[in-house]
């Protein structure tokens, strides 16, 4: 006999347990399949199905410990979900051949915590949700370096996320919500390059958002809601796949990050109750097609409301946002939740200037201002001019194809990223230019510097094909040009 197959029967007594060495003379079974089929009692030893592959037992109400998997080479799934097992048979941990382990929604009593011996090299998912699982994850956890999907959400799990997790380069999906971890998200979440889901609500994490989330180039869904997340939201996040954002319920500070409009898939952007957020609503996001949730009620954001940003035939609607067809004036702190009409908001609490600008139509401007509150990374064509003594930060990289970009009367422009100048001209008067990474002078450009008051600043290197006039600066004058900005910073061409 290789597989038994006996699901979706509803056994009852006296039929529905196991006799006492059921499994003994079995030992070419390769598939036990018993899905929702009323079983109850326990299941003492598996260990003589040696070439048993699959096992599946899923909603029914056996009870006991697991049974022994001592000594199976061969198994792949191992699949208990939503049964009355109190206890995970030692054996399970060492099965060097499991791709699948599932233990969610048991009532584990008897030792409910994970090992810290696992040697599962092989393992692709684990499932632990509703489990009874308590104590911190242990390191071993970094062992497991085939395993692409945690699960371990509704437990009573504390202390840290271990480092060694972002030794698992396979991940792909980390829920690990309701629990009661602590401390900070580690740094070593970004060694993780599949990671598209990093779900960790309702925990009482702290710290601010780790730097190296810019580095999971696969991320899709965050989900930190309900814990005590500080800090800003990084800047980082525009240039990330970011379908979710949810930071709801945490101590986030700051604005929301202009560079947000350059995402070209987040839909839904959850910032709900973090009071310490404010500044105005960033009219770049008014870029991002895809964006069709806003949640910022008890912030402290205000500002205009784009029409344009949700009016796709009919105004989006939801207990928790207020959507307008029309632009609307909004307080979100004023605002408060289940209050919102299909109307204009009377009265509204704030004074407000809209901008200028629509960003979805503006595809070459010489407004920098508009530029960077639209955070538009290229600009092709015209004269972009920044004059008398203006400060202007672009939250994105910069790149400058076929454009004078003119930058002059005590002004200051800095660049949080790289900029690159193609076939343009670009001119610095007694001015301050920095850029955060590497500037780039392609050939067929020119930067010319007016005077010994004008700088440009390179946080990293500079590289130069083109042609860096200085010819309007006195030969005299001995003043630092061009200036690097970090030890490690380097100058070529």
Same mark, same amino acid.
């Given at each position: 006999?290789?597989?038994?197959?006996?699901?979706?029967?509803?056994?009852?007594?006296?039929?529905?347990?196991?006799?006492?060495?059921?499994?003994?003379?079995?030992?070419?079974?390769?598939?036990?399949?018993?899905?929702?089929?009323?079983?109850?009692?326990?299941?003492?030893?598996?260990?003589?199905?040696?070439?048993?592959?699959?096992?599946?037992?899923?909603?029914?109400?056996?009870?006991?410990?697991?049974?022994?998997?001592?000594?199976?080479?061969?198994?792949?799934?191992?699949?208990?979900?939503?049964?009355?097992?109190?206890?995970?048979?030692?054996?399970?941990?060492?099965?060097?051949?499991?791709?699948?382990?599932?233990?969610?929604?048991?009532?584990?009593?008897?030792?409910?915590?994970?090992?810290?011996?696992?040697?599962?090299?092989?393992?692709?998912?684990?499932?632990?949700?509703?489990?009874?699982?308590?104590?911190?994850?242990?390191?071993?956890?970094?062992?497991?370096?085939?395993?692409?999907?945690?699960?371990?959400?509704?437990?009573?799990?504390?202390?840290?996320?271990?480092?060694?997790?972002?030794?698992?380069?396979?991940?792909?999906?980390?829920?690990?919500?309701?629990?009661?971890?602590?401390?900070?998200?580690?740094?070593?979440?970004?060694?993780?390059?599949?990671?598209?889901? *990093?779900? +960790?609500?309702? #925990?009482?994490? @702290? /710290?601010?958002? %780790?730097?190296? !989330?810019? &580095?999971?180039?696969? $991320? =899709?869904?965050?989900?930190?809601?309900?814990?005590?997340?500080?800090?800003?939201?990084?800047?980082?996040?525009?240039?990330?796949?970011?379908?979710? *954002?949810? +930071?709801?319920? #945490?101590?986030? @500070? /700051?604005?929301? %990050?202009?560079? !947000?409009? &350059?995402?070209?898939? $987040? =839909?839904?952007?959850?910032?709900?109750?973090?009071?310490?957020?404010?500044?105005?609503?960033?009219?770049?996001?008014?870029?991002?097609?895809?964006?069709?949730?806003?949640?910022?009620?008890?912030? @402290?954001?205000?500002?205009?409301?784009?029409?344009? &940003?949700?009016?796709?035939?009919?105004?989006?609607?939801?207990?928790?946002?207020?959507?307008?067809?029309?632009?609307?004036?909004?307080?979100?702190?004023?605002?408060?939740?289940?209050?919102?009409?299909?109307?204009?908001?009377?009265?509204?609490?704030?004074?407000?200037?809209?901008?200028?600008?629509?960003?979805?139509?503006?595809?070459?401007?010489?407004?920098?201002?508009?530029?960077?509150?639209?955070?538009?990374?290229?600009?092709?064509?015209?004269?972009?001019?920044?004059?008398?003594?203006?400060?202007?930060?672009?939250?994105?990289?910069?790149?400058?194809?076929?454009?004078?970009?003119?930058?002059?009367?005590?002004?200051?422009?800095?660049?949080?990223?790289?900029?690159?100048?193609?076939?343009?001209?670009?001119?610095?008067?007694?001015?301050?230019?920095?850029?955060?990474?590497?500037?780039?002078?392609?050939?067929?450009?020119?930067?010319?510097?007016?005077?010994?008051?004008?700088?440009?600043?390179?946080?990293?290197?500079?590289?130069?094909?083109?042609?860096?006039?200085?010819?309007?600066?006195?030969?005299?004058?001995?003043?630092?040009?061009?200036?690097?900005?970090?030890?490690?910073?380097?100058?070529?061409?």
């Amino acid at each position: 006999l290789v597989q038994i197959n006996m699901s979706d029967n509803p056994f009852a007594e006296p039929n529905n347990t196991f006799a006492e060495g059921a499994f003994l003379p079995l030992a070419q079974l390769e598939l036990f399949e018993a899905t929702d089929a009323g079983l109850e009692g326990s299941i003492e030893s598996l260990v003589s199905c040696t070439a048993l592959m699959d096992f599946y037992v899923s909603h029914n109400n056996l009870s006991g410990a697991s049974p022994s998997v001592d000594g199976l080479l061969h198994l792949r799934n191992f699949v208990l979900d939503d049964n009355s097992f109190s206890s995970i048979h030692s054996s399970v941990w060492t099965t060097r051949s499991l791709t699948t382990l599932n233990i969610d929604y048991n009532p584990i009593s008897d030792d409910p915590t994970l090992p810290s011996v696992l040697d599962l090299p092989n393992l692709e998912q684990l499932y632990g949700r509703s489990c009874g699982l308590q104590g911190e994850l242990p390191a071993a956890i970094g062992n497991l370096l085939s395993l692409k999907t945690l699960i371990l959400t509704n437990n009573s799990r504390t202390g840290l996320i271990p480092s060694e997790i972002g030794a698992i380069t396979s991940l792909e999906e980390i829920y690990l919500d309701d629990n009661s971890l602590n401390g900070t998200i580690p740094e070593e979440i970004g060694n993780l390059p599949h990671l598209f889901t *990093l779900s +960790l609500h309702r #925990n009482q994490l @702290s /710290g601010s958002l %780790p730097t190296s !989330l810019a &580095q999971c180039k696969s $991320l =899709q869904y965050l989900h930190l809601r309900e814990n005590d997340i500080s800090g800003s939201i990084l800047s980082t996040f525009g240039a990330l796949p970011l379908i979710r *954002l949810d +930071l709801t319920n #945490n101590s986030v @500070s /700051g604005t929301i %990050p202009v560079s !947000l409009g &350059q995402s070209q898939t $987040l =839909q839904q952007l959850k910032l709900n109750h973090n009071h310490l957020i404010g500044g105005t609503y960033p009219y770049s996001l008014t870029r991002v097609t895809s964006l069709e949730l806003v949640e910022l009620y008890g912030t @402290s954001i205000e500002g205009c409301w784009p029409y344009t &940003q949700f009016d796709k035939g009919n105004p989006v609607e939801s207990k928790d946002s207020c959507f307008l067809s029309e632009s609307m004036c909004y307080r979100a702190d004023v605002l408060e939740y289940g209050k919102c009409t299909n109307s204009i908001i009377p009265d509204c609490p704030v004074e407000i200037v809209c901008p200028k600008y629509d960003c979805p139509n503006l595809e070459t401007s010489s407004d920098p201002e508009a530029l960077a509150a639209c955070a538009y990374d290229t600009v092709s064509s015209g004269t972009v001019t920044i004059v008398a003594s203006t400060d202007i930060v672009f939250e994105t990289s910069l790149v400058l194809e076929g454009t004078e970009f003119v930058v002059v009367n005590r002004s200051s422009v800095r660049v949080d990223g790289n900029v690159i100048v193609t076939s343009g001209g670009f001119t610095i008067g007694s001015s301050i230019f920095e850029v955060t990474r590497n500037f780039t002078l392609k050939q067929d450009s020119t930067i010319s510097l007016r005077d010994s008051n004008s700088t440009i600043m390179v946080g990293e290197c500079a590289f130069i094909d083109g042609n860096l006039d200085l010819t309007t600066i006195p030969h005299d004058v001995n003043e630092r040009v061009l200036i690097l900005t970090s030890e490690v910073g380097c100058v070529e061409g």
